[in-house]
């Protein structure tokens, strides 16, 4: 495999969002359309050489590395045989846009289940495995169309635990693989929404981990990839880094309102997790400081304000689907020229 020496490694980072992840796929979609308008339009496993992702960022990174047939002992990556990805974009759009509400199945006593969530999990997650297993079957981290680094938490060691597919080197010859499934699942497993992830490698060696959602530490994980691919590809010199948010809130957490609050209010879904939101908003923040400042790098950053959009990460309703397909059509305006830019750099 080449060293990435005289060419611009290009990577894809996805964020962590729900069923917000559904902005993302959208413009993902617009951007393979504007690629076959020029002439150019190819899987985006072939474009991109390491794709990043969190929670639902997760589950599209791994739907665009999904191969069609399995890899049967060869590597593209290193002159195999070419193999097709299984799944298009409207098909990962088709993930959340559709398929949503089994993830986050609707109920009449939504507010009752909000409370719920105070003392267990919000839902089974019966529904969720079922459309992974679905998805992904029996395919496998090591066989993906292109390196995968998805991002999870270990509540066991109090460790980031990164699942990763990447090439076959002598001191990464102990990477653990994982089903394609499990490792959507367990980069998911969002703490008060789901339970964590209890997986195994493959092959089973007895081994557990208990993981919980990447977004806990990474909900945007472009800095991790960056670093990561600088580790697969120690002799490139440029870098492209596109990095997809999933909206940002409109609005924040005033003194007035938070001045008196305790635990229960700092956790609460009906206040939009206000802990959860600022920690993820300033590690986003953060990640988008370093990867603009760094040499030899080229990033672009796609997300936009939900002005128009109230949707929670697990409101998978046709009423938040749309608005989320509004949100997606407006972010891609405000981002017309990073766009038409990535487009020639593809």
Same mark, same amino acid.
């Given at each position: 495999?080449?060293?990435?020496?005289?060419?611009?490694?290009?990577?894809?980072?996805?964020?962590?969002?729900?069923?917000?992840?559904?902005?993302?796929?959208?413009?993902?979609?617009?951007?393979?359309?504007? %690629? @076959?308008? $020029?002439?150019? =339009?190819? *899987?985006?496993?072939?474009?991109?050489?390491? !794709?990043? /992702?969190?929670?639902?960022?997760?589950?599209?990174? %791994? @739907?665009? $590395?999904?191969? =069609?047939? *399995?890899?049967?002992?060869?590597?593209?990556? !290193?002159? /195999?045989?070419?193999?097709?990805?299984?799944?298009?974009?409207?098909?990962?759009?088709?993930?959340?846009?559709?398929?949503?509400?089994?993830?986050?199945?609707?109920?009449?006593?939504?507010?009752?289940?909000?409370?719920?969530?105070?003392?267990?999990?919000?839902?089974?997650?019966?529904?969720?495995?079922?459309?992974?297993?679905?998805?992904?079957?029996?395919?496998?981290?090591?066989?993906?169309?292109?390196?995968?680094?998805?991002?999870?938490?270990?509540?066991?060691?109090?460790?980031?635990?990164?699942?990763?597919?990447?090439?076959?080197?002598?001191?990464?010859?102990?990477?653990?693989?994982?089903?394609?499934?499990?490792?959507?699942?367990?980069?998911?497993?969002?703490?008060?929404?789901?339970?964590?992830?209890?997986?195994?490698?493959?092959?089973?060696?007895?081994?557990?981990?208990?993981?919980?959602?990447?977004?806990?530490?990474?909900?945007?994980?472009?800095?991790?990839?960056?670093?990561?691919?600088?580790?697969?590809?120690?002799?490139?010199?440029?870098?492209?880094?596109?990095?997809?948010?999933?909206?940002?809130?409109?609005?924040?957490?005033?003194?007035?309102?938070?001045?008196?609050?305790?635990?229960?209010?700092?956790?609460?879904?009906?206040?939009?997790?206000?802990?959860?939101?600022?920690?993820?908003?300033?590690?986003?923040?953060?990640?988008?400081?370093?990867?603009?400042?760094?040499?030899?790098?080229?990033?672009?950053?796609?997300?936009?304000?939900?002005?128009?959009?109230?949707?929670?990460?697990?409101?998978?309703?046709?009423?938040?689907?749309?608005?989320?397909?509004?949100?997606?059509?407006?972010?891609?305006?405000?981002?017309?020229?990073?766009?038409?830019?990535?487009?020639?750099?593809?």
């Amino acid at each position: 495999m080449s060293d990435g020496s005289g060419r611009v490694v290009k990577i894809l980072s996805i964020d962590g969002g729900g069923i917000r992840g559904l902005i993302p796929a959208l413009v993902l979609r617009e951007i393979e359309r504007r %690629l @076959g308008e $020029a002439g150019r =339009a190819r *899987p985006f496993a072939s474009i991109f050489d390491l !794709i990043a /992702g969190t929670s639902s960022g997760a589950l599209i990174a %791994l @739907g665009l $590395a999904l191969p =069609a047939t *399995p890899a049967r002992g060869s590597d593209p990556r !290193i002159g /195999g045989p070419a193999r097709e990805p299984a799944l298009s974009m409207n098909d990962i759009v088709d993930f959340f846009a559709r398929r949503g509400h089994e993830i986050f199945p609707p109920s009449l006593g939504r507010k009752l289940r909000t409370t719920v969530q105070a003392f267990r999990h919000k839902y089974d997650g019966l529904g969720f495995e079922k459309v992974l297993a679905e998805t992904f079957g029996e395919a496998t981290l090591k066989d993906a169309l292109t390196n995968l680094l998805i991002t999870s938490f270990d509540s066991e060691s109090l460790e980031p635990c990164c699942l990763k597919n990447r090439p076959y080197r002598p001191e990464w010859a102990d990477d653990d693989n994982f089903y394609m499934r499990d490792a959507a699942r367990a980069s998911s497993a969002a703490p008060t929404f789901f339970s964590p992830g209890l997986i195994s490698p493959v092959p089973d060696n007895g081994t557990k981990f208990c993981l919980i959602d990447g977004s806990i530490f990474a909900n945007n994980p472009a800095l991790l990839a960056y670093i990561e691919a600088t580790k697969i590809f120690p002799e490139a010199e440029e870098f492209m880094v596109l990095s997809l948010g999933t909206g940002d809130d409109p609005y924040g957490f005033p003194y007035e309102e938070i001045a008196k609050w305790g635990f229960i209010e700092w956790i609460n879904p009906m206040k939009r997790l206000p802990l959860w939101s600022m920690m993820s908003a300033g590690q986003n923040a953060s990640v988008n400081h370093m990867l603009g400042r760094i040499a030899g790098v080229r990033y672009f950053r796609i997300s936009g304000t939900l002005e128009c959009c109230n949707a929670g990460m697990d409101d998978a309703s046709p009423a938040a689907v749309s608005d989320l397909r509004g949100a997606a059509e407006d972010i891609i305006r405000s981002h017309e020229a990073d766009i038409e830019s990535l487009v020639h750099m593809l």
